[in-house]
């Protein structure tokens, strides 16, 4: 038989695990775990003397206090720092969450991308929150976007088509 002791210290050992591991996904990881990964892949009928090195950032989700101007200040400089041949930048530039305390406009978070800098280029797509996120191309149905019009105001290359970059061909989604 269960105590009325015993199950009080149960459930507060519950709810201090629930407030550690929030802690780590709301503290931990998105404000103190920046760090790059690289991976080195073997493709089958890649030529053996053909080096490419490819930086993708993705799902930046500009918002207050996560990830503010500073934060994709230090992204973009990471980034570069790598020397990465292609840099590559897959979508959700905008928040589109609940709990923020404040926006990073899309001028802001735009113009720090633009100074990510590599050999053959930087290319764009757009995710889901980009369009999520724009009432106005939502009810049109089509873009361009927010997220769209400010990557091409701060000079990013959209990447909606397939077309050749050096040695590589990038296929890019719609929209």
Known sequence: MITRRRFLQWFASLGLTGFA???????????LRQRATRYN???RHWPD???LS???ISDLHACKPWMDVDRIHSIVNQTNELGADLVVLLGDYVAGLRYVTGTV????????LSGLKAPLGV??????????DDRTAQAKGHGPTLSQLALERAGRQRCDQTYKVGPVLLAGGTG
């Open 21 to 31: 591991t929030t802690a780590y996904g709301v503290i931990m990881e998105p404000l």
């Open 41 to 43: 892949l073997k493709l």
């Open 49 to 51: 003397d053909l080096h």
């Open 54 to 56: 490819i930086a993708v």
């Open 105 to 112: 406009h899309s001028a802001e978070w735009s113009m720090v």
């Open 123 to 132: 290319h764009a797509i757009l995710g889901n929150h980009d369009w999520w």
